[in-house]
Nanobody, 127 residues
């Protein structure tokens, strides 16, 4: 069982930056690929970014490519999402998720392939 706790959300003006953090419980964090998803009011949850268990492979949604950076520190059981040049359309609840498939070797964009989810953190970008 893995528990995930996100933090770092808040209110920021367009063009600003935020850094989200997700801390995981457990001793085999490197066996899990990690992903960030988001859900805006009235919309379906969508993929944002993913990173493999080793951190050697990352993948981004086109909408955030070049603005967001996902990283991880396996010694601290932490995954980060650095968000720069934020836009009002980035407003959503952001969730981190853990995927145990392939011992952390894949970077899936499908939310149904993730096994554990955090409670979410709100990000609001004002225009």
């Amino acid at each position: 069982q893995v528990q995930l706790v996100e933090s770092g959300g808040g209110l920021v003006q367009a063009g600003g930056s935020l850094r989200l953090s997700c801390v995981a419980s457990g001793r085999t964090f490197s066996n899990y690929a990690m992903g960030w998803f988001r859900q805006a009011p009235g919309k379906e949850r969508e993929f944002v970014a993913a990173i493999s268990g080793s951190g050697g492979r990352t993948y981004y949604a086109d909408s955030v490519k070049g603005r967001f950076t996902i990283s991880r520190d396996n010694a601290k059981n932490t995954v980060l999402l650095q968000m720069n040049s934020l836009k009002p359309e980035d407003t959503a609840v952001y969730y981190c998720a853990a995927d145990r498939g392939y011992y952390g070797g894949r970077t899936s964009t499908r939310d149904d392939e993730y096994d554990y989810w955090g409670q979410g953190t709100q990000v609001t970008v004002s225009s």
